[in-house]
């Protein structure tokens, strides 16, 4: 895969115009476009069929949190809106997570498409060692811990990978294999502010650690030049 394909946008704004601008002004330096609440929950389901007619795949990050027959069931329906990959929560336990992979593969088989990829949402990038002890109140693993944990959860139900922080790729890599795929947001070039990311990497760490997807939203999409944010990222994962 060349980096350019590796890279997931998140399409973070709140209008169909900002998005649509976005996806044309940036598909020659993206390989996925990723829609998250906020835009979905902005303009709904029709922007996955229009990133995909402009000829992007498209990544649904709603991060499904609930009991197996509700999962399932929003797995079914972003299987028919041709999503190239969505995400649940790995805390939503493993009977969620199976039932989820279970639906999406029969409702796929049905249309006779691919199925799209599911991803376990492990720790949250935005949460740090301190959070996960204080005000989640987990004590006995850190968060790389929990992140293995989740992510080897999340194989054995059946799930295609996880998002987690750069930082854990080595460790999920070695515990869940070479095809499971790991997507990484928390990404921030040298010359990028870290926002309220915690677990960060820059593009070029991410990369060389073996990160399928790296997902990249502020760093280009609130640069004064997104295209030259763009470019500038890709030349560093060549260089
Ligand atoms: O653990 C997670 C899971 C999802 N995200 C999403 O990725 C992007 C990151 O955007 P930046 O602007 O590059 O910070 C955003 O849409 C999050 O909802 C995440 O950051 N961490």
């Known amino acids: 895969m060349n980096p350019k394909e590796r890279i997931v946008l998140a399409l973070d704004v709140d209008t169909y115009d900002e998005a649509l601008g976005l996806v044309r002004e940036l598909t ?11 835009l979905y929950n902005s303009i709904g389901p ?6 995909n007619e402009l000829g992007g795949k498209v990544f649904v990050d709603l991060k499904l949190h609930d009991i197996p027959n509700t999962v399932g069931a ?3 329906v972003l299987t028919r809106l041709n999503s190239f990959m969505f995400n649940v929560h790995a805390a939503g336990g493993r009977e969620m997570m199976q039932y989820a992979a279970a639906e999406v593969s029969k409702e796929a088989a049905r249309l006779g498409i691919n199925p799209p990829l599911i991803l376990a ?3 949250l990038t935005s949460i740090s060692d301190q959070q ?4 989640m109140y987990v004590n006995d693993l850190n968060v790389l811990e929990l992140t293995v944990k989740w ?3 999340a194989k054995e139900s059946g799930l295609n990978g996880v998002v987690c922080s750069p930082q854990e790729i080595t460790a999920i890599r070695a515990a869940c294999g070479p095809d499971f795929k790991i ?3 928390g990404i921030r070039p040298r010359w990028s502010e870290t926002n309220d990311q915690k677990r960060v990497t820059t593009p070029r760490d991410a990369l060389h650690l073996g990160a ?17 944010a763009a470019q500038k990222i890709i030349e560093e994962l060549e260089g």
């Open 28 to 38: 020659p330096y993206v390989g996925v476009f990723k829609i998250g609440m906020q």
């Open 46 to 51: 029709a922007i996955v069929q229009q990133v």
């Open 74 to 76: 929003a797995g079914r």
């Open 121 to 123: 949402v492990t720790v």
């Open 132 to 135: 996960l002890k204080n005000e």
């Open 151 to 153: 992510a080897v959860m």
């Open 183 to 185: 997507v990484t947001p």
């Open 212 to 228: 399928d997807y790296m997902v990249i939203g502020r760093p280009i999409t609130k640069a004064d030049n997104p295209k030259i």
